[in-house]
């Protein structure tokens, strides 16, 4: 979906549409569009890579649906592409693990991942940065990859191997996931403001009371009929819960139109 809206051939919905019509989609296509799907997944791969407690619904987990056009033209004017991204890692709070549409550099890797294409990037202490690709919808990677977990179980079974469960159960060393709202990251902001003086210095404000620094502010071209302007503000690395609480203050303000949209962005 994202690929396409990227390729500009359409909205969200009618790509989803068609998406659902060609098997890509689940005819309810909630769990993929929200995250859902990913956040259970990334829970199983962290139990895996870092011994941790959880499930999918410990993982914060953020969906596509509010994705919109407009800020996949400003992601490529500031050379960024949105994907979906599930990400772990180990840190100093705990291990990070989150799931949310982020801005990734045009030249990455992921970035590069298109149409039913999935891809997984595991760095390793001794192996550096590895990539890993493969088609992750359609009828026929999904029935491989369900008759090849069938045949698994049934060669576990015959030898008496047992289901393999057992590295999966965890003791009271397991790690704990780390708290979102603690964790630093760079932030994309897409407000519409109305064009007078003092609200810029409103919005400014805010953010500096966040303790938020700004690495750069675009205000686009005013709507003559509305007199309102796009505004894009990309901050440094910030605490989540300091730019949720900015947000939330910037929403407020008389001169903001519309919600504001927020989105991460990684550099990977």
Same mark, same amino acid.
């Given at each position: 979906?994202?690929?396409?809206?990227?390729?500009?051939?359409?909205?969200?919905?009618?790509? +989803?549409?068609?998406?659902?019509?060609?098997?890509?989609?689940?005819?309810? =296509?909630?769990?993929?569009?929200?995250?859902?799907?990913?956040?259970?997944?990334?829970?199983? +791969?962290?139990?895996?890579?870092?011994?941790?407690?959880?499930?999918?619904?410990?993982?914060?987990?953020?969906?596509?649906?509010?994705?919109?056009? !407009?800020?996949?033209?400003?992601?490529?004017?500031?050379?960024?592409?949105?994907?979906?991204?599930?990400?772990?890692?180990?840190?100093?709070?705990?291990?990070?693990?989150?799931?949310?549409?982020?801005?990734?550099?045009?030249?990455?890797?992921?970035?590069?991942?298109?149409?039913? $294409?999935?891809?997984?990037?595991?760095?390793?202490?001794?192996?550096?940065?590895?990539? $890993? %690709?493969?088609?992750?919808?359609?009828?026929?990677?999904?029935? %491989?990859?369900?008759?090849?977990?069938?045949?698994?179980?049934?060669?576990?079974?015959?030898?008496?191997?047992? %289901?393999?469960?057992?590295?999966?159960?965890?003791?009271?060393?397991?790690?704990?996931?780390?708290?979102?709202?603690?964790?630093?990251?760079?932030?994309?902001?897409? !407000? !519409?403001?109305?064009?007078?003086?003092?609200?810029?210095?409103?919005?400014?404000?805010?953010?500096?009371?966040?303790?938020?620094?700004?690495?750069?502010?675009?205000?686009?071209?005013?709507?003559?009929?509305?007199?309102?302007? =796009?505004?894009?503000?990309?901050?440094?690395?910030?605490?989540?819960?300091?730019?949720?609480?900015?947000?939330?203050?910037?929403?407020?303000?008389?001169?903001?139109?519309?919600?504001?949209?927020?989105?991460?962005?990684?550099?990977?």
């Amino acid at each position: 979906i994202l690929t396409r809206m990227t390729r500009r051939e359409g909205g969200y919905s009618e790509i +989803l549409a068609d998406a659902q019509e060609k098997g890509f989609a689940e005819p309810d =296509p909630s769990m993929d569009v929200s995250g859902m799907d990913a956040a259970q997944k990334l829970a199983i +791969l962290c139990r895996i890579a870092f011994h941790t407690t959880g499930t999918g619904e410990d993982v914060y987990c953020e969906g596509i649906e509010q994705v919109d056009t !407009l800020d996949i033209e400003y992601a490529r004017e500031l050379g960024f592409t949105i994907k979906l991204l599930a990400i772990a890692k180990r840190g100093p709070g705990g291990v990070q693990a989150r799931v949310h549409p982020a801005m990734l550099p045009s030249e990455s890797l992921l970035a590069n991942i298109h149409d039913e $294409f999935n891809a997984i990037e595991v760095v390793g202490s001794s192996v550096g940065t590895q990539v $890993f %690709s493969g088609r992750g919808a359609g009828q026929m990677p999904t029935a %491989s990859a369900v008759v090849a977990d069938m045949v698994e179980l049934a060669e576990r079974k015959i030898s008496g191997a047992g %289901s393999g469960g057992g590295d999966m159960i965890l003791d009271d060393g397991a790690a704990c996931l780390a708290d979102m709202s603690e964790l630093e990251i760079r932030y994309y902001l897409r !407000l !519409l403001v109305e064009d007078r003086p003092g609200v810029l210095e409103s919005i400014t404000h805010i953010v500096a009371q966040g303790d938020i620094s700004i690495a750069s502010v675009i205000q686009k071209e005013r709507d003559l009929q509305g007199g309102t302007v =796009p505004l894009i503000i990309v901050t440094h690395e910030a605490r989540e819960r300091s730019m949720r609480q900015a947000v939330a203050a910037m929403n407020a303000l008389d001169g903001v139109h519309e919600e504001v949209t927020m989105i991460r962005m990684e550099k990977l």
